[in-house]
């Protein structure tokens, strides 16, 4: 069947008003597809953070509950979490499909930046846009994140071409696409609506004669936002004081070097001068061009800006990633400025299409610095898997702050947010440790709601602490709750070797490990050993322990010193003859140990520090240390996926090579 007039005069219309043939879509297409590269390139690198996990939450809600808690307790619109509960129906549940949406929305960023950038000026200005759009280490970020600032980006430079196409030729059809823009911008997050006023003030100034259409096309964004407006306000919080107001020169200088280069430059003064010199000249060669584009890009970038900083007075949340608006109307100008220089010095737009190239690679590099690290609940969930058992309990202090955890979290323990007085934790926290044999505190913003540290406070100074670990953005303690046992847990291997009063009954800890460690307390990896420890006679002195892994060379490891362990916490004098007790250690590796087979060994040490002689079950001396087994060093290199893909490479013509012999083996003579 062939298609209808109208469908056909509409897809002229299209080909017409993007202004593209054949000839020009292969330099767009490779920017857009270099785009998605650049933004699936490390795309799961780093864990998600606190906010990302919110995203998954709310995604995992559904589309009825979604809305319902978006006029209730979530602070933005409905839309993102809506589509990102659609993509992640279709894609499922891993780190690059919740990190997908954002993603494909960054990258399609560029095509709306190409055609504004191409009505304004000519193609050189166009795909030097698309360019600065594709390349931006400021849109790269947040691109790689769960969160709605991508597709805030992406609807807002969408609006703001179809803002000027309605001044090159306005219709009913156009107004109308463009009002259902707008009520997109607006519920995909709060700072929306500066760009909705931005291009709505451009339109009623550039558009004068149409006021009445233009009027009732604002009127549906604006009536359709109300009821989640009033819900917003009506549920809004003061703001906490954990962000200090900015001046309006401290926003603007954080605002432009974040758009500009995102805190990737030392060199950031410099980088700002050169962009704010194309931007003259691009005002100025707007200026030559007609009012209206000027106006346009003007308004798209100053409404924003100050809209911003007059919230802020209000309430001190401003953040670099709010603004995001503000981007791609910049980058357009910038080409602008480019090509206007073209002018006078030849071979400029080749300069700064290197430019540009070049700060992407900057950017790249500095995002796999410490400096860009974001909180790492992925290593938090890892740790506390390696160690809890069903009877343990993972505490919050914020929170919020177990809904990124929850996405990695593996294992039988149960976990909750505090929600009792930080202040006076004791009354909740007792309801919490009768039930636990071992408490995991978790505590990533509890500078919010525990600044003071009560609640690590009462637990420590309660129960001994077993281990701790110090990923980004995140600390992790478990404290023992209950030292004593009738039994070890069948899982540990039994030793059943003595030191004077003391005997071992069972010990466990992991057969392999790491030397090093990037995560949880870099550089050394820390091997965590349980010890199950009884007394055959009431010890009269209090002893110690010093854990250790040697080989014949030497000494690779040894336990780390705490005050806070079981044999500070309950000296070995007030230990009865029965209980087992339960001491945790954690052995800090030397980061140098090569791979290999070490043995792990226990020493008891008297109040002088001397070891005492150890004697296996049998009554043989054993020496002044208690073998417990071996631990096999691994170089985690050799087990990357990069590795073994260049050895199944190198591999490849050995195993043709083989096939070959074994088919001719085989093959009738």
Excluded at 121 to 135: C, M, P, Y
Excluded at 190 to 216: I, K, N, T
Excluded at 292 to 309: D, I, K, M, Q, T
Excluded at 325 to 344: D, M, N
Aim: hydrophobic share 55%.
């Amino acid at each position: 069947m062939a298609p209808s007039p109208s469908l056909r005069f509409r897809w002229r219309e299209f080909v017409r008003w993007a202004r593209l043939d054949r000839g020009r879509w292969l330099p767009l297409a490779a920017i857009a597809l270099g785009a998605l590269a650049l933004r699936g390139w490390r795309l799961t690198a780093q864990s998600l953070w606190l906010d990302e996990g919110v995203s998954v939450y709310f995604a995992n809600l559904g589309p009825a509950r979604i809305w319902q808690l978006t006029f209730s307790v979530e602070p933005n619109p409905p839309l993102y979490h809506l589509l990102h509960w659609a993509w992640l129906s279709l894609f499922g549940q891993s780190e690059a499909a919740v990190r997908g949406l954002s993603a494909v929305a960054g990258a399609l960023c560029v095509l709306p930046a190409y055609a504004l950038a191409r009505m304004l000026a000519d193609e050189r200005a166009g795909l030097l846009a698309a360019l600065a759009t594709a390349t931006s280490p400021y849109l790269l970020w947040y691109s790689q994140e769960a969160r709605a600032f991508a597709l805030l980006g992406l609807l807002g430079a969408t609006l703001l071409l179809l803002s000027y196409r309605l001044t090159l030729r306005f219709s009913a059809l156009a107004l109308g696409l463009w009002a259902a823009v707008a009520t997109l911008v607006l519920y995909t997050h709060l700072y929306g609506a500066f760009a909705v006023a931005a291009c709505a003030l451009f339109l009623l100034v550039a558009l004068p004669r149409r006021w009445p259409w233009l009027l009732l096309a604002i009127a549906v964004p604006v009536l359709l936002y109300l009821p989640w407006l009033r819900a917003t306000l009506a549920h809004n919080n003061p703001a906490a004081d954990w962000r200090a107001p900015l001046s309006a020169a401290q926003l603007l200088d954080r605002a432009l070097a974040a758009v500009v280069h995102n805190g990737t430059l030392a060199w950031r003064t410099l980088a700002l001068a050169v962009v704010g010199v194309v931007l003259v000249v691009a005002a100025i060669g707007l200026a030559s061009r007609g009012w209206r584009a000027g106006l346009l890009l003007g308004v798209a970038v100053a409404l924003p800006l100050a809209a911003s900083y007059a919230l802020s007075l209000i309430q001190p949340i401003f953040s670099e990633r709010y603004i995001i608006i503000i981007a791609v109307p910049l980058y357009i100008a910038f080409s602008l400025g480019i090509v206007f220089l073209g002018r006078w010095l030849r071979g400029i737009e080749a300069v700064a299409a290197l430019a540009l190239l070049v700060l992407c690679a900057q950017g790249i590099h500095a995002y796999t610095q410490p400096a860009f690290s974001k909180e790492n609940f992925r290593a938090a969930a890892q740790r506390v898997a390696q160690s809890a058992s069903a009877d343990d309990v993972i505490l919050f202090v914020a929170e919020y702050a177990r809904f990124p955890f929850q996405y990695y979290r593996s294992g039988p323990a149960r976990l909750l947010g505090f929600t009792g007085d930080h202040q006076d934790p004791g009354p909740w926290l007792e309801g919490v440790v009768s039930k636990a044999r071992v408490v995991w505190l978790v505590e990533s913003h509890a500078e919010q709601v525990d600044p003071q540290h009560q609640v690590r406070r009462w637990l420590a100074e309660r129960y001994p602490l077993a281990t701790e670990a110090y990923p980004q953005g995140v600390q992790v303690r478990a404290f023992t709750v209950r030292s004593q046992l009738s039994a070890p847990p069948a899982s540990a291997q039994l030793v059943g070797a003595s030191a004077g009063p003391l005997r071992l009954v069972a010990a466990d800890w992991p057969t392999a490990s790491a030397a090093r460690d990037a995560a949880l307390h870099p550089p050394s990896a820390w091997l965590p050993v349980t010890l199950y420890w009884e007394a055959r006679t009431p010890p009269a002195a209090d002893y110690h322990l010093a854990v250790q892994m040697v080989d014949s060379r030497g000494v690779w490891g040894a336990s780390l010193e705490r005050q806070t362990d079981l044999f500070h916490m309950v000296p070995t004098s007030r230990w009865s003859q029965g209980p087992v007790m339960v001491e945790s250690v954690d052995v800090n590796l030397n980061p140098a140990t090569p791979p290999g087979r070490f043995h792990l060994q226990v020493r008891v040490l008297d109040p002088a520090g001397n070891a005492l002689k150890a004697y296996d079950a049998a009554g043989q001396e054993l020496g002044d240390a208690i073998p417990l087994g071996d631990v096999e060093i691994v170089d985690p290199a050799a087990s990357s996926p990069l590795r073994r893909a260049l050895g199944r490479l190198a591999a490849a013509p050995g195993s043709i090579l083989s096939s070959m012999r074994r088919w001719a083996s085989k093959s009738p003579q």
